[in-house]
């Protein structure tokens, strides 16, 4: 009698096992449709953070008057490297966390700005022959695909405390070899779910300087630097600030 039962004992067992494995299939495909969920909510966030960053734009020669704008397609740390901005004390080391820890991994930018201008992205190689090109050789025309564009733009990743209510990134625009301005900003999400600019480093290069000057903290949309030169290779004013 006894070993007639060994057989019923084995079929519930495996009848458990398959149970318990099918509620762990299905609690792991809601971890994945959840952390998916989560990556793209991010990555709206992200690109939400990248339009108000290129919407009115300042760059070393004062306001954008780019036709269009050249963006490269690979983000990268803005100047200084070591970020130089006032975001909110207590969730500042969180935001930098993420900045040390995702840094040196550029994203591949995709077409997803929601901006008033046309923009294109451009390689490495593109980046590249724009800059070669605002340094002209005697006798070399212009490129016509650069025509009405001063800058070139590079944007930085997006770095978030845990909470995704807090956003360190940066841009730079350049329109010569030492010629560009290097901004970090920090953005914060509203109650209403927008993000808002909450502080500015500014840091500007052109060839009196020779080199990067420190960053200024500055808050967005406050003070002004009446230091005007001449970028020597657009001809245009540079606004410091």
């Not at 502080?199 to 060839?207: D, L, R, V």
């Amino acid at each position: 009698m006894k070993r007639g039962r060994f057989p019923v004992k084995k079929g519930l067992v495996a009848l458990r096992s398959g149970f318990s494995l099918l509620a762990l299939c299905t609690l792991a495909q809601g971890f994945q449709q959840e952390s998916a969920s989560a990556d793209s909510e991010r990555e709206k966030d992200v690109y939400a953070i990248y339009s108000l960053m290129l919407t009115n734009p300042q760059t070393s020669h004062g306001s954008d008057d780019n036709e269009r704008y050249l963006i490269r397609m690979f983000t990268a740390p803005t100047s200084p490297q070591e970020p130089c901005v006032r975001p909110p004390a207590e969730r500042e080391a969180e935001m930098c966390t993420d900045y040390e820890r995702r840094k040196t991994t550029p994203r591949q930018l995709k077409p997803a700005f929601s901006i008033s201008k046309p923009y294109v992205l451009l390689s490495a190689d593109e980046a590249e022959t724009f800059i070669q090109s605002r340094m002209p050789k005697p006798g070399q025309a212009p490129i016509e695909r650069f025509k009405g564009v001063t800058d070139l733009f590079t944007l930085s990743d997006v770095y978030f405390n845990k909470r995704g209510t807090l956003a360190l990134t940066g841009i730079s625009t350049l329109c010569g070899f030492n010629c560009g301005l290097f901004q970090w900003k920090v953005f914060e999400r509203l109650s209403s779910g927008k993000w808002e600019e909450r502080s500015t480093s500014t840091s500007i290069a052109n060839k009196w300087r020779g080199t990067v000057p420190q960053a200024l903290p500055i808050r967005a949309g406050g003070i002004r630097f009446p230091l005007r030169f001449q970028c020597p290779f657009c001809s245009k004013p540079i606004v410091f600030g």
